[in-house]
């Protein structure tokens, strides 16, 4: 009844909505967007979504009275109740930013096949059969990996230096003489695990004896979790803490444990946690939304074909790292700019497979399944068939080109889940 109730007040906008819109003056377009955001300003993931939305639509000339706005949508029916709301107020493109948004914008897709949606680092609009569903997100392993980078050139500092010893800091080495770290992560998709992953093998590709421990907090924004499990992984003996969660609570946790006497640093994400942690902080691995929303409103101003996946990275500067902190170590800069050039040029891939090993074995196939599925139930069930296609390709794992959502879910030798 609820869904019937929606469709019936929309209805009266079929006429004169087109999901291809003819090329009109952005100055004139009487053309909305509509956008659902799980957060809001106050939280980095949203935060940076939103400045990528407003620089985009400034530069083209979009007017911002054009783009409505929901706040805290939740990944329920909410959301599908928001794209309802937005498309019955004129919009004939909605973006939602967050992964569980993707199922109620599917169905608010079927419903109004007049309308383009795009579900920010969704992942089946390829095989749902519907023209108007699109994913979109960056290559941003690409910025973890430099980030690992600027953690490992902190731990071989600290080493070179003498503070960071066995002796001196035993609890900060394993039985193997292993240096180490830790992550903070949200939820164990294959977003967080390619991410960590990526992280990890930076800092490796510095610093070769180093372990990592991940922990979960379950959720996407949780500052007092977040802080708490960057205390649980620095009791543990991490001295680096990445994280793939979107507060302020990792890093203000490592600042008030470096000021207590810890070795304890920060590589944050999305935003700069500068000011939040001046001495802890790092870096912080980030999107430059801005390039996609600028490649899409584009599209949509000019009557376009938008891709049904889009994932761009440091080729296109989609990502980056924010400013290095003032305990960066020295040289880091120089490093960070090899590693980008490289990885620009093609010569560095992140996940070449003779950089890691599952099990202690080389990785030689990497099949992923495309298939949908519905796991609420507890038992799967396929919404959308995939095929099966093979990741790895001259002699690296092929992140994001299969689709734009990451599918690199490899538990990796040297990084452990959730230990106690």
């Known amino acids: 009844m609820k869904k019937a109730l929606a469709i019936a007040l929309a209805a009266f906008m079929l006429v004169g909505i087109s999901a291809v819109p003819a090329k009109v003056s952005a100055a004139d377009t009487d053309l909305k967007i509509g956008v659902i955001l799980v957060g809001d300003e106050t939280e980095g993931y949203t935060a940076a979504h939103m400045e990528g939305i407003k620089s985009a639509a400034e530069e083209l000339g979009f007017p911002a009275d054009n783009i409505m706005w929901k706040y805290k949508v939740e990944e329920n029916s909410d959301c599908y109740d928001a794209a309802v709301d937005l498309y019955s107020s004129g919009c004939s493109l909605i973006i939602a930013n967050s992964y569980g948004h993707q199922t109620y914008l599917d169905q608010a ?26 994913n979109a997100f960056t290559k941003v392993y690409e910025s973890r990996y430099v980030s690992g980078i600027v953690a490992g050139m902190k731990l071989k500092e600290l080493v070179e230096s003498g503070e960071l010893t066995e002796e001196k800091v035993p609890e900060a080495f394993d039985a193997d ?17 390619s991410g960590y992953t990526a992280f990890y093998l930076g800092v490796k590709s510095v610093v070769e004896n180093v372990v990592m421990e991940v922990k979960y907090t379950n959720s996407w924004f949780n500052i007092d979790a977040e802080a708490a499990t960057a205390e649980a992984l620095v009791a543990n003996g991490c001295v680096i803490i990445g994280q793939h969660a979107d507060s302020t609570g990792a890093p203000a946790a490592c600042e008030r444990l470096l000021k207590n006497g810890k070795i304890c640093y920060s590589v944050g994400y999305n935003v700069d946690m ?5 001495t802890a902080a790092l870096t912080s691995a980030t999107n430059n939304w801005s390039v996609y929303y600028k490649y899409l409103i584009g599209a949509f101003m000019n009557g376009e074909e938008i891709a049904t996946d889009w994932a761009e990275g440091y080729e296109q500067d989609a990502v980056a790292i ?5 305990s960066c170590a020295e040289g880091t800069q120089e490093a960070v700019d090899a590693a980008i050039a490289a ?8 996940f070449d497979t003779e950089t890691f090993t599952v099990g202690g074995e080389k990785v030689d196939s990497a099949l992923i399944d495309m298939t949908f ?7 799967p069930t396929v919404i959308y068939q995939g095929g099966e296609e093979e990741a790895i390709t001259d002699g690296y794992f092929s992140e994001s080109s299969l689709r734009s959502a990451p599918y690199f879910a490899l538990r990796i030798d040297g990084i452990t889940e959730d230990a106690e």
């Open 373 to 379: 599925y519905d796991y609420s139930t507890g038992t």
């Open 274 to 278: 500068l000011e939040t942690a001046p």
């Open 109 to 134: 897709a079927e419903d109004f096949s007049d309308c383009t949606f795009v579900s920010m680092t969704g992942d089946f609009a390829a095989i749902s059969g519907k023209e108007n569903l699109k």
């Open 322 to 326: 924010t400013k290095l902190g003032d």
């Open 343 to 350: 990885i620009k040029d093609g010569s560095l891939n992140v």
């Open 177 to 193: 003489g292993n240096i180490r770290i830790g992550y903070v992560g949200a939820f164990p998709y294959a977003e967080v695990v």
